[in-house]
Nanobody
Framework: EVQLVESGGGLVQAGGSLRLSCAAS????????IGWFRQAPGKRREGVSC????????FYADSVKGRFTISSDNVKNMVYLQMNSLKSGDTADYYC??????????????????WGKGTLVTVSS
């Protein structure tokens, strides 16, 4: 059974940093797209970033490019999202996600099969 458990959310001031972690179990990263989505109250879900479990290629939404960095540890089955220069517009629930096809570009648009329960990031201005 695929399980994704996020941690690391919290309250941070604008301009600050947070690192989200995702502990994955029930699958190996090879052949999967693993990523982060977010959803703010009253807004549509947004694909934030994705990493290829096979090649390590990274993908980012334009809204976070240059500020967020995704990484993975394929041995520990962990995925991380380093978020720098946070803005109030980054406030949202952040979800770790996984898709059983190494198609990050499409998965960030259409969604992924597996989702964690989310962790809340609040950026105060």
């Amino acid at each position: 059974e695929v399980q994704l458990v996020e941690s690391g959310g919290g309250l941070v001031q604008a301009g600050g940093s947070l690192r989200l972690s995702c502990a994955a179990s029930g699958f190996t990263f090879d052949g999967y797209a693993i990523g982060w989505f977010r959803q703010a109250p009253g807004k549509r879900r947004e694909g934030v970033s994705c990493i290829s479990g096979s090649s390590g290629t990274e993908f980012y939404a334009d809204s976070v490019k240059g500020r967020f960095t995704i990484s993975s540890d394929n041995v520990k089955n962990m995925v991380y999202l380093q978020m720098n220069s946070l803005k109030s517009g980054d406030t949202a629930d952040y979800y770790c996600t996984a898709h059983p096809a190494d198609t990050c570009r499409e998965a960030l648009v259409w969604g992924m099969d597996y989702w964690g329960k989310g962790t809340l990031v609040t950026v105060s201005s």
